[in-house]
C-alpha cells in the first residue's frame, strides 16, 4: 500500500511543435513572419495563430502529420510553466519529456527556469532546435534528440506506462496518481497536442489510458493536477507545510 | 460540515496588467515596440519582455506604482488558462475578477474561451482596455471598470475574503479550500504579480491569509490547485466521474 515510486516521469506526447516544414518555408506568410523575427523560415516554429494560411496549404498537400494538430508550441510552454516550478519538482520527483510529432525528444533539466514569457519560450525552442541543446555550451537545460515514444520507454524502462485521454476508462485523477505512485518508475503519457486521441502506435504502448472527465482537458490542466495528486500520494504537500507548528519545520 | 458555497469568487489582486504609463510613452524602446504592432504608444499593454530599459526610467522617476511588480500580462494570462476550462467553471461554480495595480476591475464572463495564445492575449486585452468591454457590441465576455480591491468587496459581498501569501499562517491547500467550501460567497485573493506580498490595504481586507508551501508558488500554480480542490470540496470532481459505470452516466 505505501507508495513505492519517488520519481514521476512525465512526457507530453505528439507534441505540436516543430520547425516550419521544407514545403511550406517559401509560403509569402512564412517568409514575412520570419523576415520580420530576422531569422529565415527553417529557423522558426510553426504557429498556428501566425501561420494559419500557410497550414492550410500543408493540409491540402497532404502531409505527413496531422497538420490540425500541429503549431501549437504554447501547449507545451503553459503546461511546462504549471509543472516545473512545483514542489514536486524541487524536489527532484519529477522527470520532464516533451516528445513531438516528428519524432524529437526534449529533456528537461529539473533546474531549466523556463521563460515565463511566451515570445522568449518560442526564442528558447527555436535555439534548441538549432543546436541541440541549451544553453549551446555548458550543462544543458534542456536537450533535443531524435527518438519516438518507444525510443522513450526503452530509455526510461517505466514499470508501467499510463496515459490520459477522453477515450480512456472513467476514472478518479486522484486515484490514478495514487496508482502511479505505487508503480515502480511510472511514466505518463499526455498529449501534447489540441484536441484529440493519442495515436494508435502511442495508444498500443500504454498499459491504463484514463479519463479523468467528461469533457476533454487541457494538457496544461491534466499535467497540473496529476503533478499536485502525485505530490499528495507520495506525502510532499504534506511533508512541506505543518499547520500546527506555526511554519517552524 | 456540508458545504454550502456553490460559487467560489477567485480574483487575481493587483495584477502587473497596465497600458504603457504616460511617463514612458515617449521612450525611443516604447514608441519602437508601438509602431512595428501598429498601434500607439498609449495602446499598447506594458510587457516587461519587450520594455525593460523604459521601465528602467519608470523606476529612476519614483513612478507611483511599484515598477518591478509591474508589466507581467503573462501572469494573468497563464492564471486564466488553468482556470476557466475546469469542470468548476462549465459547471457555473466560478466567478473570475482581475484587479489590476492601478485599480481596474476585470469581470470575466465564464463562458469566454480565451485565446491560448499569448500575442492574441495581449491583444484581446488592449482592445478592453479601449473599449472597455470585448467584443465591443453585444454581451461583454471582458468588461473593464474603474475599482479598487474594497470595491470589488462591496459588489461581492462575500462571507469572508481568503488570501494566499507566502506571508500567511501555514495550512493545507485542501484545508483552506474545505474551510473555503464552508463560507457563503467566499472572495479569494491570489496576487496577480511576480514576488513579493499584497500591499497594506489589500492585506487589511483579508480575513484569513495561507501559506500551502515553504516556497513562493506562481500565482497560476496557486489558482490551478485551488480551484480544483474546491472541486473537490463542493463534489464536483466525483460527480463528472464514475469510476465503476463505465463512464455511462
Redesign the interface.
Known amino acids: 500500500m505505501a507508495s513505492i515510486s519517488l520519481t514521476l516521469n512525465l512526457a507530453l506526447v505528439e507534441s505540436a511543435l516543430q520547425l516550419v516544414p521544407t514545403e511550406i518555408q517559401a509560403h509569402p506568410q512564412i517568409k514575412k513572419y520570419a523576415a520580420r523575427r530576422m531569422k529565415r523560415p527553417s529557423e522558426v516554429l510553426l ?1 498556428r ?2 501561420h494559419h494560411t500557410a497550414m492550410q496549404k500543408l493540409a491540402q498537400k497532404r502531409f505527413r502529420l496531422p497538420v490540425e494538430k500541429m503549431g ?1 508550441p ?2 507545451v510552454h ?1 503546461t511546462l ?2 509543472i516545473l ?3 514536486l519538482n ?1 524536489e527532484k520527483h519529477l522527470r520532464v519529456f516533451v516528445h513531438t510529432q516528428d519524432d524529437y525528444v526534449i529533456s528537461v533539466n529539473p533546474k531549466i527556469r523556463l521563460p ?5 519560450f518560442v526564442g528558447l525552442i527555436e535555439q534548441l532546435f538549432a543546436n541541440k541543446q541549451v544553453p549551446e555550451r555548458g550543462s544543458p537545460l534542456m536537450k533535443l534528440e531524435k527518438g519516438t515514444v518507444q525510443n522513450l520507454i526503452a530509455r526510461i524502462q517505466p514499470g508501467q506506462v499510463l496515459g490520459f485521454s477522453i477515450m480512456g ?7 490514478a496518481a495514487k496508482d502511479a505512485s505505487e508503480i515502480a518508475d511510472p511514466l505518463i503519457f499526455i498529449g501534447g497536442f489540441p484536441r484529440g486521441h493519442f495515436s494508435d502506435d502511442t495508444s498500443r504502448s500504454i498499459h491504463s489510458i484514463f ?5 476533454s ?2 494538457a ?2 491534466v499535467a ?2 496529476f503533478v ?1 495528486d502525485f505530490e ?1 500520494a507520495i506525502g510532499v ?2 511533508r ?4 500546527e ?3 517552524h ?1
Open positions: 504557429d495563430t501566425f501549437r504554447d501547449i503553459t510553466l504549471q516550478e512545483t514542489p524541487w515565463k514569457n511566451y515570445v522568449r476508462q472513467p476514472t478518479l485523477m486522484r486515484t479519463k479523468v472527465d467528461r469533457e482537458l487541457d496544461w490542466v497540473g493536477r499536485y499528495w504537500a504534506q512541506r507545510i505543518k499547520p507548528k506555526d511554519g519545520d
